[in-house]
């Protein structure tokens, strides 16, 4: 993954390059680093953990004068531990060379056993490789250009690279394959990033570099070229941001960004509402206007996705299937890309993802337009200006705002309303649903920011009950129909805050296998509203009760049959089944966030993880 920054220009390099990395930190955080050529001279400073560590052990204290170009890194390691050593910038053997990579290069063992003994190699990463690489390209050819160039013909795998060097002391060089970058223009000073956020607070001119494209950067000038070596003539995007885009949004009295943003999810099913239906009573999406034929064709849905957004495809699947009556297959991303991908004329390829950077979903796009490539694809993204906006052909935002706590929370709900009302609008398109049956559904969906806030005001009790529970090692999430993939959700949302064991199943399942870890010792968390499901699902709990499992139910509020044989129950409001995971969720969100924070975990950074997950 890793976020990418680098400058050239006037200003104080060190306060640009750490602005830029707390602002990619969501791409990373286990370690960073910047390195910047003054004087003519190359130095680095590089830490573990988080940016803020970088900058109390070094950049508080150190003073770059007459700097002319600097990169930075902030990191996700891939290969080799987060240590301050394994941490980018990398840098040649001569220690004249520093590079920041995003990706990997597949085929660093080969270039390294190539390059050694000659040159000293440090660090356990496989970025490394290329520092050593373009030292000894420069060794055979004394032009740094030429090095950087033969370089790039030997890597395989994924990268985006930013380079400085002190045989070039005013130049960036940078290069893209599979990884985003993103060049931006100043006057008299230039940008690289991974991303525009880093970017947006110093300009709205920006060039995107696509695959295996390079280029120069001084601060008066940005040349690119592409793999054969000739000049490109690159489109400049002007983008029009509002300043209220330049800041992260404010934690207000919330702890931690990831109660605020469960709490925000009343006002974006609004939003969404708002913004897909006039008046609340008819369905329209503006950007599927050119893609209604296709749309009212089709005969099968491809969807893929990773983690979360995964799980609200397949909460999708019973609405696509039930309002448009049409077959929907899910796929995790990583799978999908892999697998004989077998498509027919008029199937849709549907992409979902938060970030719309992801590199398994980004390669299940790609995999899809080199074997089908008239299949359209539509993806549901959340954050703008993304590459995956650009791969698709038509784009439904999420519309969740800004989701900064790295476990998605109300991109979730977001992904799930947006998806709930386009299965709604291919039943309109289709003729499938009567025009009363869509108002009735809008009216159920008009009711759920009321009822999410009413789960909300019960948020001290379900504090009190998940504190009962901190000290348990390992959970079951059980659902069925509809519900199921909420079971997978909240299971991961509890082990990826907390650390602790979970694990989600359909309900039906338990007697295949996972029954054998039920006795006293197993909080079961079982998903039961009144559905359809309902009966099933008490027999289900009837058979974990019988082995002395623990039962925490979500139940329709005024259940009593749950509420006899579970140890606690958590009530949400009635809701149409159809609409019910939209609620059950919610406590099963506030239920991972207590248990983290009684954990005493980085509930919003928590280990191991980024919210932008670009390599494969
Ligand atoms: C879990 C989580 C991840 C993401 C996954 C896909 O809380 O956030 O599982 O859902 O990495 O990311 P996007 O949606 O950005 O493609």
Redesign the pocket.
């Known amino acids: 993954m890793c976020g990418i920054i680098g400058y050239v220009g006037k200003r104080d390099l060190a306060s640009v390059l750490v602005a830029g990395l707390e602002r990619l930190s969501y791409r990373g955080y286990d370690s960073s680093g910047i390195a910047v050529i003054s004087k003519g001279e190359l130095s680095a400073w590089k830490s573990e953990g988080k940016v803020q560590r970088l900058i109390d052990r070094y950049i508080k204290s150190i003073k770059i004068s007459n700097a002319t170009v600097g990169i930075g890194h902030t990191r996700w390691a891939t290969h080799g531990e987060p240590t301050d050593i394994n941490a980018h910038p990398q840098l040649s053997s001569d220690q004249k060379i520093g590079l920041v990579h995003n990706g990997i290069i597949e085929n660093f063992a080969f270039l390294k056993k190539n390059l050694q003994p000659r040159y000293l190699f440090k660090s356990e990463t496989d970025s490394e490789v290329a520092a050593h690489l373009i030292e000894a390209e420069f060794h055979r050819t004394h032009s740094f250009l030429q090095a950087f160039q033969k370089t790039l013909s030997q890597l395989e795998g994924t990268y985006a690279l930013a380079i400085i060097s002190e045989h070039d002391p005013q130049t960036l060089f940078a290069a893209r394959l599979g990884s985003p970058l993103i060049i931006g223009l100043g006057e008299d000073e230039n940008f690289i990033a991974s991303d525009l956020v880093a970017l947006i607070p110093h300009t709205r001119n920006f060039i995107y570099l696509a695959d295996n494209e390079w280029a120069i950067i001084s601060a008066s000038e940005v040349q690119v070229y592409d793999q054969a070596g000739n000049r490109v003539k690159k489109a400049i995007k002007h983008l029009k941001i509002n300043d209220s885009d330049l800041h992260q949004p404010a934690k207000g009295h919330f702890p931690h960004y990831m109660l605020k943003e469960i709490f925000d999810q009343p006002e974006i099913l609004k939003r969404i509402l708002s913004t897909y239906t006039s008046d609340e009573v008819e369905l329209r999406f503006k950007s599927l206007a050119a893609h209604t034929d296709p749309l009212k064709k089709c005969e099968k849905f491809l969807i893929q996705?990773?983690?979360?957004?995964w799980h609200a495809g397949l909460v999708a699947k019973y609405w696509l299937e039930e309002f448009a009556h049409i077959s929907t297959e899910v796929d995790i991303s990583s799978e999908f890309r892999y697998r004989k991908i077998l498509a027919r004329n008029h199937d849709i390829l549907l992409a979902?993802?938060?970030?719309g950077e992801?590199a398994d979903?980004l390669a299940g796009i790609r995999e899809v337009r080199k074997l089908y490539n008239k299949l359209p694809v539509i993806s549901f993204i959340n954050r703008s200006e993304t590459t995956m906006e650009h791969e698709s052909d038509a784009i439904i935002p999420s519309l969740a705002g800004t989701e900064i706590g790295?476990?998605?929370t109300k991109n979730y709900i977001a992904q799930l309303g947006t998806l709930f009302l386009f299965a709604l609008y291919l039943g309109q398109l289709k003729g499938i649903l009567t025009a009363a049956k869509i108002a009735e559904y809008l009216r159920a969906f008009a009711m759920l920011p009321a009822l999410i806030n009413k789960i909300l005001a019960y948020r001290k009790t379900i504090k009190a009950i998940s504190s009962r529970y901190a000290t348990d090692k390992g959970f079951l999430f059980i659902g069925r129909g509809m519900n199921y993939p909420n079971a997978l959700e909240g299971a991961?949302?509890l082990k990826?805050i907390s650390y602790l064991y979970a694990a989600g199943y359909a309900a039906g399942e338990l007697k295949h296998g996972p029954i054998a870890l039920i006795d006293e010792n197993m909080p079961v968390i079982a998903l039961i509203p009144h559905t359809s499901n309902y009966s099933k699902m008490m027999n289900n709990l009837e058979e974990v009760r019988s082995r002395k499992g623990r039962i925490i139910a979500i139940v329709t509020e005024g259940d009593k049959d749950v509420t006899a044989i579970a140890d606690t129950v958590i009530p949400i409001p009635a809701i149409i089944e159809e609409l019910s995971p939209l609620l059950t969720i919610i406590p099963l969100q506030l239920f991972a966030y207590d248990i983290a924070v009684a954990l005493d975990r980085d509930v919003d950074q928590p280990k191991n993880l980024a919210k932008?997950?670009t390599v494969e």
Do not use: I, W
């Open positions: 996705a990773c983690g979360t957004s979902l993802s938060q970030s992801t979903t790295v476990a998605s991961l949302k990826e932008s997950v």
